[in-house]
C-alpha cells in the first residue's frame, strides 16, 4: 500500500531561520518521485521541488532543500532563511511509476517576525 | 507563471443547479488531467483522471453520474457537478503533466474553485 505520512500539523519558525518538515512515505515500488507543493491561502498548489528515487544526491532548489533518506523512506523539505511569505500548507507527494499521487495531510507552517 | 488555468474561481448556485469547471493547460498539451476535491485543513483528494477523448477514471467511492468530466480538447478538461447539493461544498482543483517542463511526473495545479452550494 502506498501511504504518505506528515506527523507535523503546525511549525513555527522565526523568520530569516531554518525549518524542517518531515515526510515519510511508504511504497513497494523500487521506482517513484517524490515532491513538495506549497499552498498558500489562495487555495494554489506551487510546485517547490521533486525527488527521484534513484538520485543519490538530494535536490535542492534555491532556498528548499529535500533531506531524502531512502532507506528510512524520510525526504524532509527543509527551507533556509524563512520568509513571512513561507506561511502556508506544506503537502508532500509521492508518485510511484506509472500511478498516482497520494499526498500527505500537510504541515501548517507559520512564519513569525 | 501559471501553466494550467481554472475557471471559475469561485462559485456561488442553489442547491440542484448544475456547475462546470472549466480546466485548461496553457501552452502544452495535455493528455492526461486530474481533479481534486480538498475540504477545509484537508488534503488533497484524488476524484478522477480525466483522459482526452476517453472516459475518465473515477476514484473508489466518487459517483461517475455526480461528477461528469469530459475532456474534449488535448488542453481542456471539465467538471460538472450535477444537481449540486450543500454536501457537494468544497474546493475543486485540477492538475496536468507538462512533459517538457520540469521534473518528470511533475503535476502542474491550476488555482482551483470554491464551490458554495446554498
Known amino acids: 500500500a502506498q501511504k504518505i505520512t506528515q506527523t507535523q500539523p503546525g511549525m513555527f519558525v522565526q523568520e530569516k531561520e531554518a525549518v524542517t518538515l518531515d515526510c515519510t512515505y511508504d511504497?513497494?515500488?523500487?521506482?517513484?518521485?517524490l515532491f513538495w507543493y506549497k499552498q498558500p491561502s489562495s487555495g494554489e498548489m506551487i510546485f517547490l521541488i521533486y525527488?527521484?528515487?534513484?538520485?543519490?544526491q538530494n535536490a535542492t532548489e534555491g532556498r528548499y532543500s529535500l533531506n531524502f533518506q531512502k532507506a528510512r523512506k524520510s525526504a524532509n523539505l527543509v527551507i533556509s532563511a524563512s520568509q513571512l511569505g513561507d506561511s502556508a500548507m506544506y503537502f508532500c507527494?509521492?508518485?510511484?511509476?506509472?500511478?498516482?499521487?497520494?499526498f500527505g495531510s500537510g504541515t501548517k507552517l507559520n512564519v513569525k517576525p | 507563471g501559471a501553466v494550467v488555468s481554472q475557471h471559475p474561481s469561485w462559485v456561488i448556485c442553489k442547491s440542484g443547479t448544475s456547475v462546470k469547471i472549466e480546466c485548461r493547460s496553457l501552452?502544452?498539451?495535455?493528455?492526461?488531467m486530474f481533479w481534486y476535491r480538498q475540504f477545509p485543513k484537508q488534503s488533497l483528494m484524488l476524484m478522477a483522471t480525466?483522459?482526452?477523448?476517453?472516459?475518465?477514471?473515477?476514484e473508489q467511492g466518487v459517483e461517475k453520474d455526480k461528477f461528469l468530466i469530459n475532456h474534449a480538447s488535448l488542453t481542456l478538461s471539465t467538471l460538472t457537478v450535477t444537481s449540486a447539493h450543500p454536501e457537494d461544498s468544497s474546493f475543486y482543483i485540477c492538475?496536468?503533466?507538462?512533459?517538457?517542463?520540469?521534473?518528470?511526473?511533475?503535476?502542474?495545479f491550476g488555482p482551483g474553485t470554491r464551490l458554495l452550494v446554498l
Open positions: 507527494a509521492m508518485r510511484p511509476i506509472f500511478n498516482k499521487f497520494y
Open positions: 480525466s483522459n482526452e477523448g476517453s472516459k475518465a477514471t473515477y
Open positions: 511504497t513497494s515500488d523500487q521506482s517513484y518521485g
Open positions: 501552452d502544452f498539451q495535455a493528455t492526461t
Open positions: 525527488q527521484g528515487s534513484y538520485d543519490e
Open positions: 492538475s496536468a503533466r507538462d512533459r517538457k517542463r520540469g521534473p518528470q511526473e511533475t503535476q502542474y
